[in-house]
């Protein structure tokens, strides 16, 4: 594979799961661990994404202050939002994770909504703080810099106290036989304790997203109640879906 294939390939994947290790692309690839890295430092320096320990992450991903214009595949995470505010209702109390899908989905969020929201998220609960009629919480502990999301006991410790109407959970991967799955180990911990605080689980996900897995499981998915892309529920990319007993929207 020419070099520009390899770095196109590394740009979609990143784009598509915010993160990506030196080890999966390459072993993906089937080159050396050294190249990928190289690989990868071009694009940083190209300002394509974001080097990181062990790999790299979209500059989306990481930005804070991110414009919506660089957020990738922006028009489908709205649709995937839009959905989701249909299932909003007054006085809720919901739980949201991070990710740009439930950044947008918190930008939506309408003013005259008077709900509850709690999450670990810096930017989304940026986002949340313009809405003067919702109770933000935010689930605060150790931040994790490249996702900017609070994880580990303090966190999980808050979660453990709570029991929210609805939880937001957004994803790295997602399969109908392996579930909802993620890089990194310690978000891992922080979404399985939001699965537990949650009568009611969404997962809201573009549908490049589905038919993947990572290394470590957040949840089967019989423990997702509402799955939400922006394909049409009748999808055939659906169909292996249809019967975990999930809602689609």
């Given amino acids: 594979m020419l070099k520009a294939e390899r770095k196109r390939f590394i740009l979609n994947e990143v784009r598509i799961h915010n993160r990506v290790l030196l080890t999966d692309i390459a072993e993906t690839l089937n080159v050396s661990v050294d190249t990928i890295r190289r690989d990868i430092t071009e694009l940083h320096k190209e300002r394509m994404l974001k080097k990181v320990h062990g790999g790299a992450i979209s500059l989306g991903f990481d930005n804070i202050h991110i414009g919506r214009g660089d957020i990738y595949a922006l028009e489908l995470k709205t649709k995937i939002a ?48 313009t809405k003067p009629n919702i109770d933000l919480i935010f689930i605060g502990g150790k931040m994790a810099k490249s996702s900017q999301i609070a994880i580990g006991g303090d966190a999980i410790n808050m979660l453990s106290d709570i029991r929210v109407d609805m939880c937001f959970l957004g994803t790295n991967s997602i399969d109908s036989k392996h579930g909802l799955t993620e ?6 911990q922080l979404k399985k304790a939001m699965v537990k ?19 470590y499981k957040v949840c089967d998915i019989d423990q997702v109640d509402i799955l939400l892309t922006e394909l049409d529920p009748m999808d055939a990319r659906l169909d292996s879906f249809r019967d975990k007993n999930i809602q689609i929207i």
């Fill in 82 to 129: 839009q959905k989701g505010i249909s299932l909003l209702k007054m006085g809720q109390v919901i739980l949201l994770s991070g990710g740009t899908t439930n950044m947008e989905f918190a930008r939506l969020i309408p003013v005259e909504l008077q709900i509850t929201c709690f999450t670990p998220s810096l930017p989304v609960a940026n986002q949340l703080m």
């Fill in 183 to 188: 890089f990194d180990w310690e978000i891992v």
């Fill in 197 to 215: 605080a949650s009568k009611k689980v969404v997962c809201p996900v573009i549908s490049e997203k589905l038919h993947s897995d990572q290394r």
